[in-house]
């Protein structure tokens, strides 16, 4: 189960952040609640951090060790983003 989702780039700060409003706006859309969303840097993204990561194609190789992760092609893409969570969630 699904109760907390980290984004993560490379400083924490600015696409993180970001992505984390866009991860907020979708889950509620496709009516799933309950789940914490943070963002951060890579750096933070351990195993015990968070149940979901999402992050950028550029930072897939720093995040393949952790078990379930949502890799970006495009971190604007609201569509793609959707689409990943919904097989997540299976909504």
């Given at each position: ?36 969303v943070t963002h951060s840097s890579v750096s933070d993204a351990t195993e015990n951090a968070a149940d979901l ?39």
């Amino acid at each position: 189960m699904i109760r907390s989702i980290m984004c993560c780039c490379g400083s924490g700060l600015g696409s993180s952040m970001i992505v984390r409003m866009n991860v907020e706006k979708t889950l509620q859309k496709i009516g799933v609640s309950g789940v914490s969303v943070t963002h951060s840097s890579v750096s933070d993204a351990t195993e015990n951090a968070a149940d979901l990561f999402v992050v950028g194609k550029d930072l897939g190789n720093f995040v393949k060790q952790l078990p379930r992760v949502i890799i970006l092609d495009n971190i604007m893409d609201k569509n793609e983003l959707e689409q990943k969570l919904r097989a997540e969630f299976g909504k």
